[in-house]
């Protein structure tokens, strides 16, 4: 997520991994209100991390959030095989209430690169790590920078990996992993303003159509990453795109066109694969048929989760997507 107004944020935090409505209780919780700002720095996957946690209240102590932090960079980090950039500036803000540990985040990329984190105030250290958020926002330093208009692969791509990763990483298990991206096309496919998705990816930050757009794009990175595996017999995935990306585009500062993205990886792989998906994907009004890409890896969606069958034309894909190195 990008910098933007307070409003969409906590619409943002709703469009992703679900989110309790209800505050977290404050009855058990040894909640301090901390006075001063804590600094501290740490080294992980290569890059060098500088940390400032803000004055508020909070259960989480600073070495839980160094773990926290810690377990996010390790995650993101076994993408590329190190971290994606050489050093990160992170803001904790503490004391808003939430459900989950974690309330919303941001990823700022200006002349550094910025991460903001709001931490719920009840938030306890084992609560913290593997949580979704730090580790959506650290994947899109995994990114080139991409034109905000493209939200559909800025965010949608991102919000694919942050389960990948999440499950890669062993803070849930395979079934788990599958069952959080059926919830997120169920949501998905149950909001939008009836644009393809195209449109409502570049009208997102007015119609508010997060779900479609975060989920749509979710959805047609799944079925780029079967693609690529059934076309190449698994030696090329989309982890490979990424990096390639990472590798090509990553040291611009000004922002790459989604599309151009798509093209310069068909033309790096020799053949286009990428190009035709993307096209289909971005002209639906209609969210993705999930039953169809789901079926390719051996699972049924029953509404908000999966169910595993014996049978699919790329079922070994389906552990293999969520090992640790894809393969």
């Known amino acids: ?25 404050e009855s058990t919780a040894v909640v301090q209100e901390i ?53 990160v500036r992170v803001t904790v803000k503490p004391g808003g209430r939430s459900g989950d540990p974690v309330i919303f985040g941001q990823a700022v990329r200006r002349e550094e690169e910025r991460l903001d984190l709001f931490l719920c105030r009840t938030a306890t250290d084992d609560e913290l790590p593997g949580e979704w958020v730090a580790i959506h926002e650290m994947i899109h330093l995994a990114f080139p920078r ?17 389960e990948v990763l999440r499950t890669r990483g062993g803070f849930q298990s395979e079934p788990e992993g599958w069952g959080k991206l059926a919830d997120g096309f169920y949501r998905g496919a149950s909001r939008g303003s009836g644009l393809p998705l195209v449109e409502e990816s570049r009208l997102m930050q007015r119609t508010h159509g997060y779900w479609r757009v975060y989920w749509g794009g979710a959805a047609m990175a799944l079925d780029m990453d079967l693609e690529l595996r059934r076309r190449t017999g698994g030696k090329r995935s989309l982890d490979d795109v990424i990096t390639y990306w990472w590798r090509a585009y990553g040291a611009r ?22 190009r035709p998906i993307a096209d289909r994907h971005l002209a639906r009004v209609e969210f993705a048929d999930v039953g169809q890409l789901f079926g390719r890896i051996g699972l049924a969606p029953r509404g908000n989760d999966v ?21």
Request: net charge positive; charged share 25%.
């Open 253 to 274: 500062m000004g922002a790459t066109r989604g599309l151009e993205l798509i093209d310069a990886a068909d033309a790096w792989l020799g053949t286009r694969i990428l």
């Open 1 to 25: 997520m990008h910098t933007r107004s307070l409003l969409p944020l906590l619409l943002l935090a709703l469009a992703l991994p679900a989110s309790h409505i209800a505050w977290a209780s």
């Open 35 to 87: 006075d001063q700002q804590e600094h501290f720095a740490f080294q992980e996957g290569g890059a060098r991390f500088d940390v400032t946690v803000e004055r508020g209240p909070r259960r989480a102590t600073r070495a839980g959030i160094e773990r926290w932090l810690r377990a996010a960079a390790r995650t993101v980090s076994g993408l590329h095989g190190r971290f994606p950039v050489p050093q």
């Open 307 to 327: 169910v595993y069958l014996d049978q699919g034309p790329l079922i070994r894909e389906r552990t293999r997507i969520m090992r640790p190195g894809g393969r």
């Open 146 to 162: 991409i034109d905000r208009t493209d939200a559909w692969i800025n965010e949608g791509f991102v919000t694919y990996y942050q």
